[in-house]
């Protein structure tokens, strides 16, 4: 009787409390917000754009397919256009996986280093790693605490929330944007006379986050053809940015690369035939079978504005303190099936 008389009087107390107390606001997850994305936000990833690589089926006979969504122009396009190439040319097929290095990459290509180039492969010029900024050729540039527009999220969530921009931060960029859902870092001009301070935007290049592919390569002046590429594993490895080309990034299978068993070579390449993954073929989109219909969240969206800070802030239920802030690699553009009618 004690223990119920205790209890009803709890009760009654927490029924006198004041009712925004019992009410606290709920924040939606990132993940609820793309969910909750409109139709008209997604933009459609043209077939064209696509690499579709298929490994050999796994130890149960389970496919492996991993497909890439290539660099849009004005980015890495000399290499893009070898891989075309590449791709057109079948020259991926019976080639394999051969590095596996934890918390890095996956790197695949010709282990012999024997097979024939196609002819009209062009040698790339170490400074297209990077691209000269013109008016137009981004359309929303984020930093730093910058103001965006306040996003409707309906009434569960209380209207309009996270009016404020993301705090992106780190140590290699200060200003940043997408292009194509792909990530992208700028650099900025300064200039300072006796009367003003001039910023300007002045080089812009993609960004190694996880999941992004690159192109293997030797020393400098090397480049690399294509031939070789690799996709990031790992943490974001942010300093090979403008060292090695970026030529895109996984936007569906990367756990047929992510869970593969480790190299025990030099920088984790395999060290036995057999333990290399083959390729059984590599093929732009449009020559590949069965390939689905993608589409990536519109960074321009609203829903990509509340999401972009729910990454920066988490507020919904699982979480304590908000970070205030992120990083680039932390805000990865989503990327879906195209939902069938």
């Not at 974001?236 to 480790?262: F, K, Q, T």
Request: hydrophobic share 40%; aromatic share 10%.
């Amino acid at each position: 009787m004690k223990r119920i008389l205790t209890y009803a009087t709890g009760t009654a107390l927490f029924a006198a409390l004041p009712s925004f107390a019992q009410e606290a606001k709920t924040y939606p997850a990132p993940g609820e917000i793309v969910a909750a994305a409109k139709a008209e936000e997604w933009i459609a990833i043209a077939p064209s754009d696509l690499l579709v690589m298929d490994l050999a089926p796994d130890a149960k006979s389970k496919p492996r397919r991993v497909v890439i969504q290539l660099m849009p122009a004005p980015f890495s396009q000399g290499w893009i256009g070898n891989i075309r190439k590449l791709a057109t040319a079948k020259w991926w097929d019976g080639t394999s996986i051969n590095r596996v290095q934890d918390n890095y990459v996956v790197q695949w290509g010709d282990a012999t280093d024997k097979k024939a180039l196609p002819e009209g492969l062009a040698v790339v010029p170490e400074s297209a790693y990077a691209t000269q900024y013109v008016p137009g050729a981004i359309a929303r540039r984020w930093e730093g605490n910058v103001v965006t527009q306040a996003v409707t999220v309906g009434p569960r969530y209380g209207g309009s929330i996270y009016p404020e921009g993301p705090n992106i931060y780190d140590s290699f960029s200060q200003s940043y944007s997408f292009v194509s859902g792909i990530p992208l870092a700028l650099s900025k001009n300064r200039v300072v006379t006796d009367t003003s301070i001039t910023v300007t935007p002045h080089e812009i290049w993609p960004v190694h986050c996880y999941g992004m592919v690159g192109v293997g390569r030797n020393l400098s002046p090397d480049t690399g053809i294509g031939a070789e590429l690799y996709t990031v594993i790992g943490h974001a490895p942010r300093h090979l940015d403008r060292n090695i080309a970026l030529v895109g990034r996984v936007i569906e299978g990367i756990e047929h690369l992510s869970s593969l068993p480790r190299g025990t070579g030099a920088l984790g390449f395999y060290e036995k035939d057999e333990e290399r993954v083959p390729i059984i073929s590599v093929r732009l989109g449009n020559a590949a079978n069965d390939v689905p219909a993608f589409e990536y969240l519109s960074t321009e969206s609203a829903s990509f504005t509340a999401y972009a800070n729910a990454r920066a802030n988490r507020r919904d239920p699982f979480f304590i303190r908000p970070a205030g802030g992120t990083d680039i690699c932390n805000i990865p553009v989503p990327v879906r099936r195209k939902p069938v009618k």
